[in-house]
């Protein structure tokens, strides 16, 4: 084996070791790691100059300078700011020349993983002797929080082809106690078929129908005021909550917890042949059909499970909203997945944390940070199906909105 050949070998064994010790082969966040730290170091080094400049008035910002910082996880793609007198370096950067061992990617990490946790920052900025006061700590985390508040008041657009909506389920700190939460995440795809969170919500509590109202008066007031379809588990209270704020759009309940629900109330048998027959089902070729066909299923066990076939009949529409779009389409919208996806990605952070988030700030910077990195990534261009299909979800949205609009 050659020198270069060895030095390939043991760099992709020690970039195997350090993304094994915080997220698995299977981790749908390991390719996205890098592009996540990269983010973080920007954003870190840009509010050092801010605390520069405030001290240097003799000093302006004069752009930024791109390099390669070599890590134990890769390469790092950074953006440096500059100042015109060129007396600004950033402390966060390790010293010129200085090889990056493993405890600056536990640097690293700690920003991935702590995103706004002021104790175990400041602690290991102190154990890497970097000369952060408390004080410009405080105000490198209060630009990431300002960041927050602009994201969560920016205006939407009036228009959305779909939002996946979710609450996760937590425990935060607030004061001396540590208390269950609900974090109310909105996953939006606008009329261009573009991901993005459009909203990040967070009280106290039960998830409950009075915060759900709270959220979508939120939504339609930042400007999003129409909808062709919502997807959401079944919340007691949800369906009329949704009725209520955007009466044209197809609501779509998840299909997925359907089928969790229907192991939970059947023998599991019974289970198995109802499930079996709801995945032909989600092949129909039309909404009649689907719904059709989901009744004659339900007929089979009504007698042996009457209430809760009962129940579940009576949201036939619900479940089988998604037939009314373009095949291609429908594995998009027939499931909560997508904002599901977001929320395992937050709760491994939570269990690394301890089991719980210090404070509210630190579970939305920590959403909003996947948000950051997600963009970037996964959800950077269109979901190509809906792109492909955008002519007809305009046509079905006029449509709706026209046809209802004129029939009241």
Not at 30 to 48: G, Q
Not at 138 to 148: D, P, Q, V
Not at 258 to 274: C, S
Not at 285 to 299: I, M, P, V
Request: include cysteine.
């Amino acid at each position: 084996m050659d020198k270069n050949t060895y030095y390939e070998t043991v760099k992709n064994m020690a970039v195997e070791k350090v993304l094994n010790k915080y997220c698995s082969e299977q981790d749908p966040a390991r390719p996205a790691l890098k592009k996540l730290l990269e983010d973080l170091l920007d954003w870190f080094m840009l509010s050092e100059r801010e605390i520069y400049l405030s001290k240097n008035d003799n000093d302006k910002g004069n752009g930024f300078y791109e390099r390669k910082l070599a890590t134990p996880i890769g390469n790092l793609e950074i953006s440096v700011p500059r100042t015109r007198t060129g007396g600004f370096r950033p402390h966060i950067l390790p010293e010129p020349y200085k090889r990056v061992d493993e405890s600056y990617t536990e640097l690293l990490m700690s920003l991935v993983i702590n995103g706004y946790s002021e104790t175990t920052l400041l602690n290991t900025l102190k154990s890497l002797d970097l000369p952060y006061s408390e004080d410009e700590l405080s105000r490198i985390k209060n630009n990431l929080k300002n960041e927050l508040d602009l994201f969560k008041q920016r205006e939407l657009p009036q228009e959305a082809f779909a939002l996946i909506i979710d609450a996760y389920h937590s425990e935060i700190k607030d004061g001396s106690k540590v208390k269950k939460a609900a974090c109310y995440i909105i996953l939006g795809i606008d009329m261009d078929g573009k991901k993005d969170i459009f909203g990040i919500y967070t009280f106290f509590g039960k998830e409950n129908r009075a915060d759900w109202n709270k959220v979508f008066e939120d939504l339609i007031n930042r400007g999003l005021k129409k909808v062709l379809v919502i997807v959401s588990d079944d919340f007691l209270g949800i369906i009329e909550t949704i009725k209520a704020v955007y009466p044209y759009a197809d609501h779509q309940l998840c299909l997925v917890h359907l089928q969790r629900n229907v192991r939970k109330h059947m023998a599991k048998i019974d289970a198995a042949k109802f499930n079996k027959e709801l995945d032909k089902i989600k092949l129909a070729s039309s909404f009649d059909e689907a719904t059709e066909k989901f009744e004659q299923l339900c007929n089979e066990f009504k007698d042996k499970y009457p209430r809760f076939i009962n129940a579940i009949l009576q949201k036939s529409e619900h479940y089988f909203a998604f037939t009314k779009y373009p095949d291609e389409v429908r594995k998009h919208i027939y499931t909560t997945n997508a904002v599901e996806s977001v929320n395992s990605l937050i709760e491994k952070i939570r269990i690394k944390l301890g089991g719980y988030f210090n404070s509210v700030d630190v579970l939305e910077i920590n959403i909003y940070l996947q948000r950051e990195n997600l963009k970037q990534t996964k959800w950077k261009n269109p979901v190509p199906m809906i792109k492909a299909h955008i002519y007809d979800i305009h046509q079905l949205f006029q449509l709706r909105y026209f046809t209802q609009t004129q029939n009241s």
